[in-house]
T-cell receptor
Framework: NAGVTQTPKFQVLKTGQSMTLQCAQDMNHNSMYWYRQDPGMGLRLIYY???????DKGEVPNGYNVSRLNKREFSLRLESAAPSQTSVYFC???????????FGQGTRLTVV | RKEVEQDPGPFNVPEGATVAFNCTYS??????FFWYRQDCRKEPKLLMS???SGNEDGRFTAQLNRASQYISLLIRDSKLSDSATYLCVVPGTGRRALTFGSGTRLQVQP
């Protein structure tokens, strides 16, 4: 009964390094989302996937790429990390009829 | 107009106070709305859904005004444990299922 699982929970990167944040859901939902949240700020949508095989840009896609690997998994990749990407990243999946969205526990990323 | 806008906060209130947050939305076709609560350094979690004119759950009341396109969250008899950020959520546009507001921070003081 995991719901939404994000890995890793914490990560420190050096500027220019790359990494992939993983998200998996076992709720059989079509949509999956990636958000970032900076201190004292709201959630900002990076990318989303309405269904397997589709991805769309959100409000702040620059510097990120995504892959909807299958219905369960949606990964977020930073090709060349920058200090401005220091943030908390949340993966989420809304219900089938736009009902409750379930979130992962977040990934706290620091880029130095 | 933004898809969803919230009172910026922070709201600092004493224990026992009644506090209300507003949220306006731009998509007049929206049918369902949500309030989420987010504790510091945690993921957001659903607090209440609003599908018609309103919804009440204990000390919490959510109301919907379709004519003016806003929803509100009223908290009565505030507790210290109510301190959190409250996010308004409305249906998104296009293929996006949900759009989150930026949140209103509530601090209940003893």
């Amino acid at each position: 009964n995991a719901g939404v699982t994000q890995t890793p929970k914490f990560q420190v990167l050096k500027t220019g390094q790359s990494m992939t944040l993983q998200c998996a859901q076992d709720m059989n939902h079509n949509s999956m989302y990636w958000y970032r949240q900076d201190p004292g700020m709201g959630l900002r949508l990076i990318y989303y996937s309405a269904s397997e095989g589709t991805t769309d840009k959100g409000e702040v896609p620059n510097g990120y790429n995504v892959s909807r690997l299958n219905k369960r998994e949606f990964s977020l990749r930073l090709e060349s990390a920058a200090p401005s990407q220091t943030s908390v990243y949340f993966c989420a999946t809304p219900g089938q009829t736009n009902t409750e969205a379930f979130f992962g526990q977040g990934t706290r990323l620091t880029v130095v | 107009r933004k898809e969803v806008e919230q009172d910026p906060g922070p709201f600092n209130v004493p224990e026992g106070a009644t506090v209300a947050f507003n949220c306006t939305y731009s998509n007049s076709a929206s049918q369902s709305f949500f309030w989420y609560r987010q504790d510091c350094r945690k993921e957001p979690k659903l607090l209440m859904s609003v599908y018609s004119s309103g919804n009440e759950d204990g000390r919490f009341t959510a109301q919907l005004n379709r004519a003016s396109q806003y929803i509100s969250l009223l908290i009565r008899d505030s507790k210290l444990s109510d301190s959190a950020t409250y996010l308004c959520v409305v249906p998104g546009t296009g293929r996006r299922a949900l759009t989150f507001g930026s949140g209103t921070r509530l601090q209940v003081q003893p």
